[in-house]
Protein backbone atom coordinates (compact mmCIF):
# COMPACT_ATOMS: atom_id res chain seq x y z
CA UNK A 1 0.00 0.00 0.00
CA UNK A 2 1.27 3.30 -0.80
CA UNK A 3 2.78 4.99 2.47
CA UNK A 4 0.84 7.96 1.97
CA UNK A 5 -2.43 6.21 1.71
CA UNK A 6 -1.48 3.73 4.46
CA UNK A 7 -0.53 6.79 6.92
CA UNK A 8 -3.67 9.09 6.25
CA UNK A 9 -6.36 6.65 5.09
CA UNK A 10 -5.89 2.65 6.32
CA UNK A 11 -7.74 0.93 8.64
CA UNK A 12 -7.32 -2.64 10.47
CA UNK A 13 -8.93 -4.96 8.27
CA UNK A 14 -12.53 -5.83 9.61
CA UNK A 15 -13.28 -9.01 11.81
CA UNK A 16 -14.64 -11.19 9.06
CA UNK A 17 -18.59 -12.16 8.86
CA UNK A 18 -20.22 -15.05 8.95
CA UNK A 19 -22.65 -16.68 6.67
CA UNK A 20 -25.94 -17.53 8.56
CA UNK A 21 -28.07 -17.50 5.35
CA UNK A 22 -27.45 -18.83 2.11
CA UNK A 23 -26.95 -16.57 -1.06
CA UNK A 24 -30.54 -17.51 -2.99
CA UNK A 25 -30.21 -14.74 -5.57
CA UNK A 26 -27.74 -12.78 -7.57
CA UNK A 27 -28.93 -9.65 -9.27
CA UNK A 28 -26.10 -8.72 -11.47
CA UNK A 29 -27.79 -6.21 -13.86
CA UNK A 30 -25.47 -2.92 -14.17
CA UNK A 31 -26.56 0.05 -11.91
CA UNK A 32 -29.64 2.06 -12.99
CA UNK A 33 -31.23 -0.83 -14.54
CA UNK A 34 -34.41 -1.05 -11.90
CA UNK A 35 -32.26 -2.32 -8.64
CA UNK A 36 -33.59 -0.53 -5.94
CA UNK A 37 -37.55 -1.29 -7.12
CA UNK A 38 -36.11 -4.67 -7.95
CA UNK A 39 -34.51 -4.57 -3.98
CA UNK A 40 -38.09 -3.59 -2.21
CA UNK A 41 -39.61 -5.96 -4.45
CA UNK A 42 -37.21 -8.90 -3.45
CA UNK A 43 -38.01 -7.41 0.39
CA UNK A 44 -42.02 -7.30 0.00
CA UNK A 45 -41.46 -11.33 -1.40
CA UNK A 46 -39.62 -12.05 1.92
CA UNK A 47 -35.26 -12.05 1.24
CA UNK A 48 -32.94 -9.95 2.76
CA UNK A 49 -31.16 -8.23 -0.23
CA UNK A 50 -27.60 -6.38 0.15
CA UNK A 51 -27.75 -3.51 -2.84
CA UNK A 52 -24.90 -2.07 -3.50
CA UNK A 53 -25.43 1.28 -2.32
CA UNK A 54 -25.85 -0.10 0.96
CA UNK A 55 -22.03 0.11 0.85
CA UNK A 56 -22.39 3.90 1.77
CA UNK A 57 -23.84 2.84 5.60
CA UNK A 58 -21.71 0.02 5.71
CA UNK A 59 -18.14 0.52 8.44
CA UNK A 60 -15.16 2.38 6.99
CA UNK A 61 -13.06 -0.70 7.19
CA UNK A 62 -15.43 -2.63 5.01
CA UNK A 63 -15.53 0.16 2.35
CA UNK A 64 -11.90 -0.29 2.30
CA UNK A 65 -11.77 -3.98 2.12
CA UNK A 66 -14.57 -3.48 -0.76
CA UNK A 67 -12.12 -1.15 -2.53
CA UNK A 68 -9.01 -3.39 -2.07
CA UNK A 69 -11.15 -5.94 -3.44
CA UNK A 70 -11.87 -4.15 -6.69
CA UNK A 71 -8.29 -3.22 -6.58
CA UNK A 72 -7.38 -7.18 -7.16
CA UNK A 73 -9.93 -7.34 -9.82
CA UNK A 74 -9.07 -4.07 -11.86
CA UNK A 75 -5.83 -2.80 -10.61
CA UNK A 76 -3.30 -5.83 -9.41
CA UNK A 77 0.11 -4.78 -8.21
CA UNK A 78 3.14 -6.55 -6.69
CA UNK A 79 1.04 -7.22 -3.87
CA UNK A 80 -2.00 -8.03 -5.40
CA UNK A 81 -1.20 -10.11 -8.50
CA UNK A 82 -3.83 -10.83 -11.61
CA UNK A 83 -3.25 -14.08 -10.51
CA UNK A 84 -4.98 -13.95 -6.88
CA UNK A 85 -8.23 -15.65 -7.34
CA UNK A 86 -11.72 -13.72 -5.81
CA UNK A 87 -13.44 -16.30 -4.32
CA UNK A 88 -16.35 -17.58 -1.68
CA UNK A 89 -14.30 -16.95 1.31
CA UNK A 90 -13.67 -12.82 0.46
CA UNK A 91 -17.19 -12.08 0.01
CA UNK A 92 -18.57 -14.14 2.81
CA UNK A 93 -16.33 -12.27 4.67
CA UNK A 94 -17.34 -8.98 3.34
CA UNK A 95 -21.62 -9.60 2.98
CA UNK A 96 -23.62 -9.15 5.89
CA UNK A 97 -24.00 -12.72 6.69
CA UNK A 98 -27.73 -12.64 7.22
CA UNK A 99 -28.27 -11.57 3.25
CA UNK A 100 -29.56 -14.27 0.62
CA UNK A 101 -29.59 -11.86 -1.89
CA UNK A 102 -26.57 -9.04 -3.68
CA UNK A 103 -27.81 -6.81 -6.62
CA UNK A 104 -26.33 -3.60 -8.16
CA UNK A 105 -22.13 -2.46 -8.04
CA UNK A 106 -21.74 -5.54 -4.89
CA UNK A 107 -22.28 -8.05 -7.92
CA UNK A 108 -22.34 -5.85 -10.74
CA UNK A 109 -18.19 -4.80 -10.31
CA UNK A 110 -17.59 -8.66 -9.46
CA UNK A 111 -19.73 -10.71 -11.49
CA UNK A 112 -18.23 -13.37 -13.16
CA UNK A 113 -16.38 -14.27 -9.79
CA UNK A 114 -19.56 -13.93 -7.31
CA UNK A 115 -21.15 -16.64 -10.06
CA UNK A 116 -18.51 -18.92 -9.22
CA UNK A 117 -18.79 -18.02 -5.51
CA UNK A 118 -22.32 -18.58 -5.46
CA UNK A 119 -23.25 -21.42 -8.21
CA UNK A 120 -26.36 -22.65 -6.24
CA UNK A 121 -27.91 -19.02 -6.34
CA UNK A 122 -31.00 -18.19 -8.98
CA UNK A 123 -29.42 -15.44 -11.27
CA UNK A 124 -31.34 -12.42 -12.33
CA UNK A 125 -30.16 -10.10 -15.36
CA UNK A 126 -31.99 -6.87 -14.52
CA UNK A 127 -31.76 -4.83 -17.20
CA UNK A 128 -33.70 -1.69 -19.34
CA UNK A 129 -34.64 -1.94 -22.71
CA UNK A 130 -33.81 1.48 -23.73
CA UNK A 131 -29.47 1.24 -23.38
CA UNK A 132 -29.04 4.89 -24.47
CA UNK A 133 -31.40 5.97 -21.43
CA UNK A 134 -29.60 3.63 -18.83
CA UNK A 135 -26.49 5.28 -20.41
CA UNK A 136 -27.96 8.94 -19.68
CA UNK A 137 -28.86 8.09 -15.88
CA UNK A 138 -25.38 6.09 -15.45
CA UNK A 139 -23.71 9.09 -16.61
CA UNK A 140 -25.89 11.55 -14.08
CA UNK A 141 -25.01 9.18 -11.03
CA UNK A 142 -21.65 8.09 -11.85
CA UNK A 143 -20.21 11.30 -13.17
CA UNK A 144 -22.29 14.58 -12.86
CA UNK A 145 -23.12 13.77 -9.25
CA UNK A 146 -20.13 11.35 -8.50
CA UNK A 147 -16.86 11.50 -10.11
CA UNK A 148 -16.94 14.96 -11.75
CA UNK A 149 -18.39 16.24 -8.25
CA UNK A 150 -15.69 18.56 -7.33
CA UNK A 151 -17.25 18.80 -3.85
CA UNK A 152 -16.92 15.08 -3.19
CA UNK A 153 -13.59 15.08 -4.70
CA UNK A 154 -12.22 17.57 -2.07
CA UNK A 155 -13.91 15.78 0.74
CA UNK A 156 -12.08 12.21 -0.12
CA UNK A 157 -8.92 14.14 0.25
CA UNK A 158 -10.09 14.46 3.65
CA UNK A 159 -11.94 12.09 5.33
CA UNK A 160 -10.53 8.38 5.19
CA UNK A 161 -14.06 6.75 4.70
CA UNK A 162 -15.22 8.95 1.13
CA UNK A 163 -11.48 7.62 0.23
CA UNK A 164 -12.10 4.23 0.08
CA UNK A 165 -16.02 5.12 -1.08
CA UNK A 166 -14.08 7.20 -4.25
CA UNK A 167 -11.66 4.41 -4.35
CA UNK A 168 -14.25 1.63 -4.85
CA UNK A 169 -16.53 3.29 -7.52
CA UNK A 170 -14.60 6.26 -8.91
CA UNK A 171 -11.04 5.39 -9.38
CA UNK A 172 -10.64 1.89 -9.86
CA UNK A 173 -14.27 -0.23 -9.48
CA UNK A 174 -16.09 1.90 -12.52
CA UNK A 175 -13.72 2.72 -14.87
CA UNK A 176 -12.20 -0.96 -14.54
CA UNK A 177 -15.48 -1.92 -15.57
CA UNK A 178 -15.86 0.22 -18.45
CA UNK A 179 -12.20 -0.60 -19.31
CA UNK A 180 -11.27 2.97 -19.03
CA UNK A 181 -8.89 5.30 -17.26
CA UNK A 182 -11.82 7.10 -15.86
CA UNK A 183 -15.38 6.59 -15.47
CA UNK A 184 -16.77 9.10 -17.57
CA UNK A 185 -14.57 8.13 -20.50
CA UNK A 186 -15.49 4.73 -20.03
CA UNK A 187 -19.46 5.82 -19.94
CA UNK A 188 -19.30 8.22 -22.79
CA UNK A 189 -17.22 5.67 -25.18
CA UNK A 190 -17.58 2.39 -24.43
CA UNK A 191 -21.10 2.29 -21.95
CA UNK A 192 -23.50 1.01 -24.71
CA UNK A 193 -21.34 -1.86 -25.41
CA UNK A 194 -20.16 -2.76 -22.36
CA UNK A 195 -23.29 -2.78 -20.89
CA UNK A 196 -24.81 -5.48 -23.91
CA UNK A 197 -21.84 -7.34 -23.19
CA UNK A 198 -22.26 -7.77 -19.72
CA UNK A 199 -25.55 -9.16 -20.37
CA UNK A 200 -24.10 -11.13 -23.35
CA UNK A 201 -21.11 -12.44 -20.66
CA UNK A 202 -24.11 -13.20 -17.81
CA UNK A 203 -25.84 -15.54 -20.68
CA UNK A 204 -22.70 -17.51 -21.38
CA UNK A 205 -21.97 -18.31 -17.54
CA UNK A 206 -25.49 -19.15 -16.10
CA UNK A 207 -27.54 -22.04 -17.59
CA UNK A 208 -30.91 -20.89 -18.91
CA UNK A 209 -33.13 -22.81 -16.68
CA UNK A 210 -31.28 -20.63 -13.78
CA UNK A 211 -31.51 -17.43 -15.11
CA UNK A 212 -34.13 -14.42 -15.70
CA UNK A 213 -33.32 -11.84 -17.77
CA UNK A 214 -36.25 -9.09 -16.19
CA UNK A 215 -36.93 -5.90 -17.18
CA UNK A 216 -38.41 -3.50 -14.17
CA UNK A 217 -41.44 -2.92 -16.48
CA UNK A 218 -42.02 -6.62 -16.49
CA UNK A 219 -43.51 -6.55 -13.12
CA UNK A 220 -44.38 -9.47 -10.03
CA UNK A 221 -45.31 -12.04 -12.97
CA UNK A 222 -41.86 -13.61 -14.53
CA UNK A 223 -40.17 -12.56 -10.71
CA UNK A 224 -42.42 -14.93 -9.00
CA UNK A 225 -43.11 -17.42 -11.19
CA UNK A 226 -39.26 -17.54 -11.57
CA UNK A 227 -38.68 -17.64 -7.71
CA UNK A 228 -41.99 -19.70 -7.25
CA UNK A 229 -43.57 -17.03 -4.85
CA UNK A 230 -47.08 -15.91 -5.12
CA UNK A 231 -48.36 -12.83 -6.85
CA UNK A 232 -48.42 -9.81 -4.13
CA UNK A 233 -51.47 -7.84 -3.70
CA UNK A 234 -50.17 -4.51 -3.47
CA UNK A 235 -48.22 -2.91 -7.12
CA UNK A 236 -44.74 -3.43 -7.94
CA UNK A 237 -42.74 -0.85 -6.37
CA UNK A 238 -41.72 1.95 -9.00
CA UNK A 239 -38.95 4.09 -7.90
CA UNK A 240 -35.48 5.72 -8.90
CA UNK A 241 -33.78 6.35 -5.55
CA UNK A 242 -36.44 8.52 -4.09
CA UNK A 243 -35.84 11.83 -2.08
CA UNK A 244 -35.54 9.50 0.88
CA UNK A 245 -33.03 7.60 0.06
CA UNK A 246 -30.73 10.88 -0.94
CA UNK A 247 -31.92 12.30 2.60
CA UNK A 248 -30.18 9.29 4.21
CA UNK A 249 -27.19 9.65 2.51
CA UNK A 250 -27.00 13.06 3.00
CA UNK A 251 -27.50 12.15 6.20
CA UNK A 252 -24.39 9.58 6.13
CA UNK A 253 -22.50 12.11 4.14
CA UNK A 254 -22.72 15.05 7.00
CA UNK A 255 -20.56 13.36 9.59
CA UNK A 256 -18.01 12.79 7.00
CA UNK A 257 -18.22 16.71 5.55
CA UNK A 258 -17.12 17.65 9.26
CA UNK A 259 -14.47 15.53 9.90
CA UNK A 260 -13.22 16.28 6.45
CA UNK A 261 -13.08 19.85 7.28
CA UNK A 262 -11.87 19.01 11.16
CA UNK A 263 -8.85 17.14 8.88
CA UNK A 264 -8.38 20.23 6.51
CA UNK A 265 -7.55 22.11 9.11
CA UNK A 266 -5.29 20.15 10.41
CA UNK A 267 -3.40 20.01 6.87
CA UNK A 268 -3.38 23.14 6.64
CA UNK A 269 -2.26 23.90 10.41
CA UNK A 270 0.30 21.39 9.92
CA UNK A 271 1.47 23.11 6.49
CA UNK A 272 2.00 26.15 8.04
CA UNK A 273 4.21 24.76 10.74
CA UNK A 274 6.15 22.98 8.01
CA UNK A 275 6.78 25.75 6.19
CA UNK A 276 7.97 28.15 9.03
CA UNK A 277 10.31 25.20 10.67
CA UNK A 278 11.75 24.91 7.15
CA UNK A 279 12.64 29.03 6.95
CA UNK A 280 13.52 28.58 10.71
CA UNK A 281 15.97 25.70 10.29
CA UNK A 282 17.87 27.08 6.99
CA UNK A 283 19.24 29.74 9.07
CA UNK A 284 20.23 27.57 11.93
CA UNK A 285 22.16 25.08 9.75
CA UNK A 286 19.59 22.48 9.31
CA UNK A 287 18.82 20.57 12.40
CA UNK A 288 15.40 21.01 11.65
CA UNK A 289 14.91 17.63 9.45
CA UNK A 290 14.59 14.87 11.95
CA UNK A 291 11.88 16.57 13.25
CA UNK A 292 10.43 17.71 9.85
CA UNK A 293 10.28 14.08 8.60
CA UNK A 294 8.56 13.36 11.79
CA UNK A 295 5.07 15.46 10.21
CA UNK A 296 3.60 13.07 7.94
CA UNK A 297 3.19 10.73 10.81
CA UNK A 298 1.98 13.47 13.67
CA UNK A 299 -0.86 14.42 10.58
CA UNK A 300 -1.92 10.99 10.28
CA UNK A 301 -2.07 10.26 13.91
CA UNK A 302 -4.63 13.42 14.63
CA UNK A 303 -6.76 12.80 11.71
CA UNK A 304 -10.07 12.34 12.70
Not at 32 to 60: C, I, M, N
Not at 161 to 190: D, H, I, N, S
Not at 251 to 271: D, E, I, Y
Request: proline share 8%; net charge positive; aromatic share 12%.
Amino acid sequence: MNPLIKTLYSYPPPPPRHRTQPIRILCVGLPRSGTESLSLALTQLGYKPFHGWDLVFDTAAHLQAWAQLAERKHAPSATTPRDDPITRADFDALLPGDCDVVLDSAAALFTPEILQAYPDAKVILNTRRDVAAWQRSARQAFVTDGAAHWGLWVLHLFSAEVFWLWRLYYAVGFPGLFGARTVEEGLVGKGRRVYREHGWMVKGLVPSDNLLEWNVEDGWGPLCEFLEKEVPQQPFPQTNAGEGFRNRVEKRVGPWRRTALMNLALTVTSAGVLGTAIVFGARKGGWWWPAVRKIPGWIGARWV
